[in-house]
């Protein structure tokens, strides 16, 4: 079955800074790719996803990318802000009936003001 | 429009007690999922119903966990008897379809301890 590791587990950036998550995974038949932000006391939230006929997908201040080829995707979060501290998480899921969609374990993103 | 609703938020129970979560999904959404999620880590997926068919259950562990969608709408999951691994947040999610590709629609979740 799929499984996807992310990178890093905690990540703490100066306000205004860049940040980036790094996730992989193992099944080469996998290709949606969403990510989910998830507050304190909260369930996670979409915000941003990317399938495997694009490379890369921007909306403001994130980018995701993808390299189907290495299996790797990738978050990019610019300007951060206080409110953009929260725990993140990629995912990966094929596209039949059958397929679920597996998380990662999850990067916890600070960021100073 | 309301967006997931779950309940309890918070519950507190002794091992070996029984307990039960009840989410109500976002209004027209016809697949309905409760994962596990525990601490650190991302949320696992139990069972996923497709209206009122569970069509994936494949990691609910029956011997203890039992869930019900009726009439396709509310759904229910029920553990008994607890054990003290099974402390973690229950989420309950909901999309228009089962199209994996569609958006996931989170509740806040329930918080389980189990002493």
């Known amino acids: 079955g799929e499984n996807v590791e992310q990178h890093p587990s905690t990540l703490s950036v100066q306000e205004g800074d860049s940040a980036v998550i790094k996730c992989t995974y193992s099944d080469s038949a996998s290709n949606y790719f969403p990510w989910y932000k998830q507050e304190l006391g909260k369930g996670p939230q979409l915000i941003i996803d990317?399938?495997?006929?694009?490379g890369e997908k921007k909306d403001q201040r994130i980018a995701v990318t993808l390299n189907k080829t290495a299996k790797h995707f990738s978050l990019h979060i610019t300007e951060t802000q206080p409110e953009d501290s929260a725990v993140y998480f990629c995912?990966?899921?094929?596209?039949?009936?059958?397929?679920?969609?597996?998380f990662g374990p999850g990067t916890s993103l600070s960021v100073i003001p | 429009e309301a967006g997931v609703v779950q309940s309890p938020r918070y519950k507190i129970i002794e091992k070996k007690q029984p307990v039960a979560f009840w989410c109500n999904p976002i209004s027209g959404h016809n697949t309905l999922y409760w994962y596990l999620q525990n601490l650190g880590q991302g949320p696992e997926l139990l069972i996923r119903y497709e209206n009122e068919e569970a069509v994936d259950d494949s990691q609910l562990p029956k011997d203890r966990f039992s869930a019900e969608r009726l009439k396709g709408v509310d759904s229910t999951l029920k553990i008994q008897p607890a054990e003290l691994g099974d402390s973690a947040v229950y989420l309950c999610?909901?999309?228009?379809?089962?199209?994996?590709?569609?958006?996931?629609?989170f509740g806040p979740g329930t918080r389980l301890t189990v002493l």
């Open positions: 999610a909901s999309s228009v379809s089962w199209d994996a590709n569609n958006e996931q629609f």
């Open positions: 990317i399938r495997s006929n694009v």
């Open positions: 995912a990966a899921s094929g596209e039949t009936s059958y397929d679920k969609v597996i």
